[in-house]
């Protein structure tokens, strides 16, 4: 029976062992038994019905966050809204009643189908929001690692070019340096623009078609920019990767990949149509998924092209292998989600923090969000002696608002927020601005409170 079963997986793939219902562990006693995805989404939708979702003041009620400051750097790591801390807590519950029962099962390493198993409910989760495929999604701790995972699982040669832009940060350029030392590929960093304030699209696509070089064969681009909150249009950057590409034969073509962080989870477009090769986001900042989470999506065809840097426990076919002393063949999305045990808990309840935007509605949080930037920029920019950095066209941005407060460092600007109450945040970068990134944790009357705040330390 396990040799079958085995020797089922490596040639049909997990999807037909579902299918056939075989198993290769004796079911868990049912008491023991954690409870099935289906079920928990069931208690999820009970939790979440009681609250009117078109209702903002109603989803920002989701969040416990201290009412006494101002909630502005959401965008650095998320508060979990009631429905994710609620999964969270049933995922704990289980865990701690039977974490060997809770984790065979839920994991799926009791032989029972891939489907019924969480990651998979959170790889359903997770396309249905970005577009994509469940089989499309890899399960990461976060931005930095799913690019880690890409940069290092790519296939470069001495020669061949690494191309990226001067606005990243820091962890791409270094998953991209680390890359490009041990291939002997070459990186090289470009400006998109000089000044972000009046950055336009044209000009972008413009730089990026100039600095594509015969010897270019990967991209690196964030969607939205935290050093300056400008957000690419990646559509029309895509577009330009892809008319270059028609030149080119297949392995060769140019892969374009994404930081897509800080417009994950704030764009109203499903990211799966942005045209990218792999895109990197965590779970915990504007998706509000549990912290310590994150993914990696990419169309079917571009899992083979990396090659896994740490040993999966998604998907039994690379164990299988292992088991047999054959190679495990093309790379699937699944074998790229790292292994070893996790803060389960926590990784499991992503899938409710995707349907907490699918209960607001994508667009819908996407508007707001956008509408609490535009009055948060409008009012910044009334007030003397401060200079909005971020472009004022919602086209070219999306949460982060990055300003300067004349005669001030932004480390003095974000210490004298936080003596009002305010909670600002500066940039990471060696040049710096304040910060202030409205979100759905916050509304009009707080964007003016922090306005106010802003007028009184200039
Ligand atoms: C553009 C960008 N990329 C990546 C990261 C790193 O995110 P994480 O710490 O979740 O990996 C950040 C951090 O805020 C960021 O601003």
Redesign the pocket.
């Known amino acids: 029976m396990t040799l079958n079963r085995r020797d089922f997986v490596s040639k049909v793939g997990w999807g037909a062992v579902a299918a056939a219902g075989a198993r290769t562990v004796t079911a868990l006693p049912a008491a023991t038994v954690a409870t099935t995805a289906a079920q928990t989404a069931d208690a999820a939708a009970m939790t979440a019905a009681a609250v009117d979702y078109a209702d903002w003041a109603a989803v920002k009620g989701q969040f416990r966050l201290d009412p006494q400051w101002l909630h502005l750097s959401q965008f650095?790591m998320v508060s979990h809204p009631r429905p994710v801390r609620a999964a969270i807590e049933r995922f704990r519950d289980q865990l701690d009643a039977n974490p060997f029962a809770t984790v065979k099962r839920g994991m799926g390493f009791d032989g029972g189908p891939h489907e019924e198993s969480y990651p998979a409910a959170v790889q359903r989760a997770a396309a249905r929001y970005l577009g994509g495929q469940p089989d499309e999604v890899a399960l990461t701790d976060?931005?930095?690692?799913g690019l880690a995972l890409v940069y290092n699982g790519l296939t470069l040669r001495p020669g061949e070019e690494i191309l990226t832009t001067t606005h990243?940060?820091y962890?791409?350029h270094e998953a991209i340096r680390f890359a490009s030392e041990r291939s002997g590929a070459s990186w090289r960093r470009i400006a998109l623009y000089d000044e972000s304030a009046t950055a336009s699209a044209e000009q972008m696509v413009e730089r990026l078609r100039a600095a594509i070089r015969p010897q270019t064969r990967v991209i690196g681009l964030?969607w939205?920019?935290?050093c300056s909150g400008v957000k690419l249009p990646v559509r029309a950057l895509a577009q330009t990767i892809a008319d270059t590409n028609q030149k080119r034969d297949e392995q060769d073509r140019v892969l374009l990949v994404l930081?897509a962080?800080?417009g994950f989870g704030n764009q109203p477009e499903a990211a799966a149509g942005l045209g990218c090769d792999f895109l990197a986001s965590?779970g915990?900042?504007w998706i509000f998924a549990p912290r310590g989470t994150?993914l990696l999506w990419a169309p079917a065809r571009n899992w083979p092209l990396l090659r896994p840097t740490i040993p999966t426990a998604y998907d039994p076919g690379p164990k299988l292998a292992w088991e047999d002393g054959r190679l495990p063949g093309p790379t699937r999305a699944a074998w790229i989600s790292p292994g070893g045990f996790k803060a389960y808990e926590h990784q499991w309840a992503m899938a409710e923090a995707f349907e907490f935007h699918a209960r607001i509605g994508r667009e819908r949080a996407a508007a707001r969000i956008a509408a609490l930037n535009t009055q948060c920029k409008e009012g910044l920019a009334r007030i003397p002696g401060v200079r909005v950095l971020t472009p004022m066209a919602t086209s070219l941005s999306a949460g982060i608002i990055c300003f300067e407060v004349r005669g001030q460092t932004a480390e003095q600007t974000v210490r004298g927020l936080l003596g009002r109450k305010v909670i600002a945040s500066s940039s990471p970068y060696k040049v710096s601005y304040a910060r202030l990134a409205p979100s759905l944790v916050n509304d009009e009357r707080e964007i003016d409170a922090a306005i106010r705040a802003v007028r009184k330390i200039v």
Do not use: A, E, N, W
Request: charged residues 15%; without cysteine.
């Open positions: 650095f976060s931005t930095t690692q990243d940060h962890v791409h964030t939205v920019h935290s930081d962080v800080h965590s915990h900042k994150g």
